[in-house]
């Protein structure tokens, strides 16, 4: 079974602060991604990875940025949290082989409340 | 751009059969997918349909039309467990995946 890990499921951080979310997969993916989710909004694509070391705007990038080191870690680095990325944010990795080709699989989540 | 379109929620009874239709509109995509996601949890993939036809999976089948734009997931014997939010999602060629807004499916005893 695929595992997708996220370092914390609660965070609660103060406007301003730096939050770093890291997201592990042992699947041995190409492909990672960063999500977030919000009432309403569904889910939106922040950034994305498809190799060690690059890294890919998503449809909401501003505010964040991603550094991906090693081929099983993505992680999500908020430098200036603002009430506005209070959010559920979501890892996904996927394959670009196999026969389930590019399905992705999420890590449990991250639940940030910015005050 | 890419458009999904999701009822937004769905109500039906313990032991009932329900049908969550997806429409969307884009060129082309190399698969239609749906994931299973409770509330304040991570979304959990159910299924994933290359060719048009319906794919059986135990008590979920999904179903696409390349033709008309449109998939739907079917839940058989549906069981309390089942109420969650249901995503439609598409990855078309040479872009990023288009999830839908989602369908919120309540189970009443």
């Known amino acids: 079974d695929v595992k997708v890990t996220q370092s914390s499921r609660y965070l609660v951080k103060r406007t301003g602060e730096k939050v770093f979310l890291e997201c592990v997969q042992d699947?041995?993916?190409?492909?990672m991604f960063w999500y977030r989710q919000d009432p309403g909004l569904g889910l939106r694509l922040i950034y994305f990875s498809y190799d060690v070391k690059m890294k890919e705007k998503g449809d909401i990038p501003e505010g964040y940025s991603v550094s991906r080191e090693k081929k099983e870690r993505f992680s999500l680095i908020l430098e200036s949290t603002s009430t506005n990325q209070t959010s559920m944010y979501l890892c996904?990795?996927?394959?670009?082989?196999?026969?389930?080709?590019?399905?992705?699989?999420f890590g449990p989540g991250t639940r940030l409340l910015v005050l | 751009g890419q458009n999904i379109d999701q009822p937004t929620e769905m109500t039906a009874t313990e032991g009932a059969i329900v049908q969550i239709n997806c429409t969307y509109q884009t060129s082309g995509f190399n698969g239609l997918f749906w994931y299973q996601q409770h509330a304040g949890e991570a979304p959990t993939f159910l299924s994933y349909n290359v060719l048009d036809g319906l794919e059986e999976k135990g008590r979920f089948s999904s179903f696409l039309s390349r033709s008309k734009g449109y998939s739907y997931l079917l839940l058989k014997e549906l069981q309390m467990k089942d109420s969650a939010s249901y995503l439609c999602a598409v990855r078309p060629y040479g872009q990023n995946f288009v999830f839908g807004p989602g369908t919120r499916l309540s189970v009443l005893p």
């Open positions: 699947m041995d993916h190409e492909n």
């Open positions: 996904a990795s996927s394959s670009l082989t196999g026969a389930m080709l590019e399905t992705q699989y």
